[in-house]
């Protein structure tokens, strides 16, 4: 007789961990949790379509060990839960099927404003004025879910609320703003271009200045929420002297500017990407932003989109984690389950130890931010580079241990893996921040 995979368990202060045991979460989850494990049929899903298993048990095991919980303050707390609670009743049940159509649930957008995570971190002007640990916890939780989902608001609020709040004048930001809060018009951000990515500096974007408006023509690629934003901040060189770069907020219904979608990526399938074609788009006056000039404008911004990215990126991490955790205590192979051997166990533990580190990382550095009120650029870099990476390794890890069944969409690790794929490019390349610390570290840049 197999002995129970829970028999052996450390509890880590939460019960026993059985199977069907209340106090490990609600007894239908874990039932569906074993049915998922044990077969695979079942006719009545559509092609894609994940099983709504929640690993309650598992999360719970691993921030106990982490025991950052006790650090964060209620208010911190009740927003983590708030945000948990929405990702697992409004969003896994759909995650697999969404990802499998390619579909952002633009329906949720509504619940989503409502939590205040739409430009959570700016301060007035409708915004909820999180802190930095407030809405890294908010991405964690959201990326547990998918990254696309946390795509969706880190560029609706790192970058598109951001640029406006960092460099609008106030007839802008009371414009934009309360709406964009609200949910009720949504922003994307154009940076990147067909032969422009990691090097922004050579975009070929350009703004015209004529009479009352400038005159914008150029195209950007691969623009999180482009196909159906309301506004887009595009990033162009103004001609005439020194060419500079400034934002423009482009509108929805201006006559040259096109949006087309992006079909067919085998990675944040559930983020809705496109181009940004702009042929002789008039913009008046009044849509330009002023704050600041030059590439530091826009690279300000992604100091804060990457900022969030370090806490998103482990939020699918631990997803993969629970999913292996669970799944490995359930999973019979030569007798017993595969989470009695100690391959199994030395893979959870790397997964565990790797996801520990990038949580006090991404903490130290929010709580730094919170009472500096900023971070230097390559402290963002050091963030984003490891925990992307730590967060890619561990689907991969998860996939692996769900054997066959990994590649499902029922359960997350594929979807994850895939989506990290994004993650580790977007953003600042893997490379580009190895880079943007080497040159701090030594001081000679290998760009
Ligand atoms: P460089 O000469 O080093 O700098 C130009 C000016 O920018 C300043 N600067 C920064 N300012 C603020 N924050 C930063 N992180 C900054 N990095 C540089 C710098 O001080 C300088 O200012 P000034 O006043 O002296 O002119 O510029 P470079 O051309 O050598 O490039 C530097 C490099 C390669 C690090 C930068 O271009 C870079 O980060 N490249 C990566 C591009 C990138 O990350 N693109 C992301 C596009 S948006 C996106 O991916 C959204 S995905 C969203 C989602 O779905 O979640
Ligand atoms: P390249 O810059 O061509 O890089 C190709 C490879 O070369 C990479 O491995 C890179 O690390 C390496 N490389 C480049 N330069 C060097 C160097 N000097 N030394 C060593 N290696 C180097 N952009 C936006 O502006 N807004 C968005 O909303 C947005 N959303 C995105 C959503 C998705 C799903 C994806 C995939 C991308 C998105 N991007 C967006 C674009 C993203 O920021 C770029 O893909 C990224 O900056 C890299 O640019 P690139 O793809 O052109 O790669």
């Not at 074993?34 to 298993?53: H, T």
């Not at 709040?165 to 802008?172: H, V």
Request: some cysteine; overall charge neutral; aromatic content about 8%.
């Amino acid at each position: 007789m197999p002995r129970a995979a829970s028999d052996n368990r450390r509890t880590l202060g939460i019960g026993s961990g059985r199977i069907g045991d209340s106090s490990a979460g609600p007894s239908f989850e874990r039932k569906l949790a074993a049915k998922a494990v044990s077969r695979r049929k079942r006719p009545e899903l559509a092609p894609g379509a994940e099983r709504v298993v929640y690993f309650w048990m598992a999360a719970e095991a691993l921030e106990s060990l982490i025991g950052l919980r006790d650090e964060l303050s209620d208010d911190e707390q009740l927003i983590q839960q708030a945000v948990r609670r929405f990702v697992r009743e409004r969003y896994l049940p759909r995650a697999g099927k969404l990802f499998a159509d390619e579909a952002f649930p633009r329906d949720l957008i509504p619940e989503l404003a409502a939590l205040g995570v739409l430009g959570a971190s700016i301060h007035g002007h409708g915004c909820a004025g999180m802190s930095p640990v407030q809405y890294g916890l908010v991405l964690q939780e959201l990326e547990y879910g998918d990254s696309g989902l946390r795509s969706f608001v880190s560029v609706q609020g790192s970058l598109a609320m951001y640029a406006i709040s960092a460099f609008g004048d106030e007839a802008q930001k009371e414009r934009f703003l309360p709406r964009m809060a609200r949910g009720e018009a949504i922003g994307c951000f154009g940076l990147t271009e067909p032969d422009s990515g990691s090097d922004p500096a050579s975009m070929k974007t350009h703004a015209r200045p004529d009479g009352s408006d400038y005159v914008l023509s150029g195209t950007k690629m691969w623009i999180t929420n482009a196909p159906f934003a309301d506004v887009a901040v595009v990033w162009a060189k103004v001609e005439g002297g020194a060419e500079s770069i400034s934002g423009f907020l482009v509108e929805r219904g201006m006559k040259g500017f096109e949006t087309p979608r992006i079909e067919g990526k085998m990675s944040l399938r559930a983020s809705e990407t496109g181009e940004i074609v702009l042929d002789e788009c008039r913009v008046p006056k009044e849509n330009l932003l002023l704050g600041k000039r030059g590439l530091g404008a826009p690279l300000r911004c992604l100091n804060e989109a990457r900022f969030g990215i370090a806490w998103g990126a482990l939020g699918a991490a631990k997803a993969c984690f629970d999913a292996a955790l669970s799944y490995t205590g359930e999973r019979v192979q030569f007798g017993v389950p595969i989470s009695d051997k100690q391959l199994v166990q030395a893979e959870l533990v790397h997964m565990a130890s790797e996801i520990a580190k990038g949580d006090l990382l991404a903490y130290h550095f929010g709580r730094m931010k919170q009472k500096q009120g900023k971070l230097l650029p390559e402290q963002v870099s050091l963030c984003k580079r490891n925990n992307v990476a730590v967060a890619l390794d561990c689907a991969r890890r998860s996939r692996a241990l769900l054997g066959a069944n990994g590649i499902l969409l029922e359960y997350p690790a594929i979807r994850h893996l895939l989506n990290l794929e994004s993650v580790y490019t977007y953003e600042g390349t893997h490379e580009i921040h190895t880079l943007v610390l080497g040159k701090a570290l030594t001081g000679r840049s290998a760009f």
